[in-house]
């Protein structure tokens, strides 16, 4: 029995001209789709380009509150799934939400920040879901404003559940006019 195995040969494991071919099929489909996933995100900026460009945060700016957390988008009021793509909207990112009297900031280190003054801020909610990103119930802050002629839901994830409570508490009572 032992004769025999070491007589009988391998079948070969790798055809190598076969797997190169496999391989380049996969490299051009993968480069295939992140073209189009870069011309769809250029169309898109194309076709949003007459939305106004949010407010710089203003020099004189003295927050009363503030939270760290993550920005995760911004898209048309009660769309949640047409996220809004100029001006850096569309690009989640960490970020610092500070608020007072005056409005709102988003401070993000790695993309452009905005202000959103309180006459133009519309509603602060709970809410699950928000350009194409969903969590638990009530598990984001999501800002409604208005953005030149349209409204606009921007999403926030606090780093904490107190953070969390803090911005819908606070930002609601700035609402009303507290």
Do not use: C
Request: aromatic content about 8%.
């Amino acid at each position: 029995m032992i004769p025999a195995l070491l007589a009988a040969a391998s079948a070969p494991v790798t055809n190598i001209p076969q797997r190169a071919v496999l391989v380049v099929i996969f490299i051009a489909v993968i480069a295939l789709a992140v073209f189009m996933m870069r011309r769809a995100w250029l169309a898109k900026l194309e076709t949003q380009a007459e939305i106004a460009e949010p407010l710089a945060i203003p020099e004189n700016f003295a927050a009363t509150h503030r939270v760290e957390g993550r920005y995760l988008a911004s898209s048309a009021a009660s769309a949640w799934l047409t996220r809004i793509t100029v001006h850096q909207l569309g690009v989640p990112s960490r970020a610092t939400l500070l608020w007072s009297d005056a409005g709102v900031v988003v401070e993000r280190p790695s993309s452009r920040s905005f202000f959103i003054p309180r006459v133009d801020l519309v509603a602060v909610r709970p809410d699950r879901a928000i350009a194409g990103r969903a969590f638990e119930k009530d598990g984001i802050a999501v800002l409604t404003w208005k953005l030149g002629d349209i409204f606009v839901d921007s999403g926030f994830r606090a780093d904490s559940l107190e953070g969390h409570l803090e911005v819908v508490k606070m930002m609601s009572k700035q609402e009303s006019g507290l």
